[in-house]
């Protein structure tokens, strides 16, 4: 009796697209929006600024290493300096030289 229902068309995972969609199963699907834009700011923006610095170049050679959530803090440390760096683009300096709402 149990075997019977595991023979029904469509119970099996693999062949139902709505359990599929509960049940984890990764079917090959374009990303969202978001998901790309996340991998383009990656690839574009924050690899090259983060790579450039010969410590992380360093940590990313030995390939035996622990990961540690420091690494992260690291490499944000340095994005937001390379980042700040270009303050004639940043919007802070810009709201801040408005006459009602800026500081000067």
């Known amino acids: 009796m ?3 229902c595991s ?3 469509g119970a099996n995972p693999s062949q139902n697209k709505a359990l599929n969609s509960v049940s ?3 079917e090959k699907e374009q ?6 834009s996340l991998d383009n ?3 574009e923006d924050w690899t090259p600024r ?11 050679e030995d390939d035996s290493r622990n990961f540690t ?5 690291d490499k944000i440390a340095i994005y937001n300096k390379e980042q700040n760096s270009t303050l004639e683009e940043s919007h802070t300096q810009k ?3 408005m006459p009602v709402i800026g500081k000067k």
């Open 2 to 4: 149990l075997n019977s």
């Open 7 to 9: 023979q029904v068309d």
């Open 24 to 26: 984890g199963k990764k």
């Open 31 to 36: 990303s969202g929006f978001m998901q790309q």
């Open 41 to 43: 700011w990656v690839k």
């Open 50 to 60: 983060v790579e450039k610095d010969e410590t992380i170049k360093k940590k990313n």
């Open 69 to 73: 959530m420091q690494e992260y803090v």
């Open 95 to 97: 709201v801040n030289s």
